[in-house]
Nanobody, 123 residues
Framework: QVQLEESGGGLVQAGDSLRLSCAAS????????MGWFRRAPGKEREFVAY????????FYADSVKGRFTISKDNAKNTVYLEMNSLNAEDTAVYYC????????????????WGQGTQVTVSS
């Protein structure tokens, strides 16, 4: 069993940057692929970014490509989401999760969700 805790969210202005962290406890994430998802008010949860267990492969939603970067620090058992050039459409609760198997863009392919961290971008 692994527990995930997201942090780093907050209220920022358009154009600002934030770095979200997803710290794991209970076991190592060394062998796990990880993903970030988000849920905006009134919308379905959507895929944001994925990183393979080696960290060598990453995938992003088109809406964040070129602005967001996912990374993984096995020594700290933590996954990060660096977010730059934030805009109002990025306002959401952000969640990390462990990729179990299957379609990496589909939230049902993931387990062990964290409680989420709120990101609010004012325009």
């Amino acid at each position: 069993q692994v527990q995930l805790e997201e942090s780093g969210g907050g209220l920022v202005q358009a154009g600002d940057s934030l770095r979200l962290s997803c710290a794991a406890s209970g076991r190592t994430l060394r062998g796990d692929a990880m993903g970030w998802f988000r849920r905006a008010p009134g919308k379905e949860r959507e895929f944001v970014a994925y990183i393979s267990w080696t960290g060598r492969s990453t995938f992003y939603a088109d809406s964040v490509k070129g602005r967001f970067t996912i990374s993984k620090d096995n020594a700290k058992n933590t996954v990060y989401l660096e977010m730059n050039s934030l805009n109002a459409e990025d306002t959401a609760v952000y969640y990390c999760a462990v990729h179990r198997s299957g379609n990496l863009y589909d939230s049902t392919s993931y387990d062990y969700w964290g409680q989420g961290t709120q990101v609010t971008v004012s325009s």
